[in-house]
């Protein structure tokens, strides 16, 4: 029992580490790639992402949110708002303070969760989950049958 234990734990982990969880898919070796798809976790997932951040009218991320999360974020909004204007120059791009950077379909592509929709990656689960109830029967059935009454 205690082997099977560690199998399964040492399973899930590489299941949670190929998922697009930890690693997004774009960046797993092709050596790798397969795993990513045999993951018991990547389906869920990314049906959970895609049924949060499939709205491509709401917004995640707006021009001076641009900067959360980075040095800059302590830069009073004034410079914020000429850090833009300059953005706006380079990229030939209008960006102000309220312009919308980033919706949840830029948020899926970054992830790499293109594939599938939410409906597809629910019917793999599904599908997963009876392949497994499969195999667990067979697997109770012939190993019980050396088995005394």
Do not use: H
Request: proline share 3%; charged share 15%.
């Amino acid at each position: 029992i205690c082997t099977g234990y560690t199998i399964v734990v040492a399973i899930l982990a590489y299941f949670l580490l190929f998922s697009g969880f930890f690693i997004a898919r774009d960046r797993i070796p092709a050596y790798w790639i397969w795993f990513n798809y045999l993951s018991l976790v990547k389906y869920p997932y990314e049906a959970v992402l895609q049924n949060e951040f499939d709205d491509p009218n709401k917004c995640f991320a707006r021009g001076i949110q641009l900067f959360d999360g980075t040095p800059l974020s302590a830069v009073p909004d004034g410079v914020k708002t000429k850090l833009l204007e300059g953005l706006s120059i380079s990229l030939g791009k209008n960006i102000t303070r309220d312009t919308c950077v980033t919706t949840g379909v830029n948020i899926l592509q970054q992830q790499g969760i293109t594939d599938l929709t939410k409906w597809e990656c629910l019917w793999v689960t599904l599908a997963w989950g009876f392949f497994f109830r499969m195999l667990f029967y067979f697997t109770l059935l012939i190993g019980s049958k050396n088995k005394r009454r």
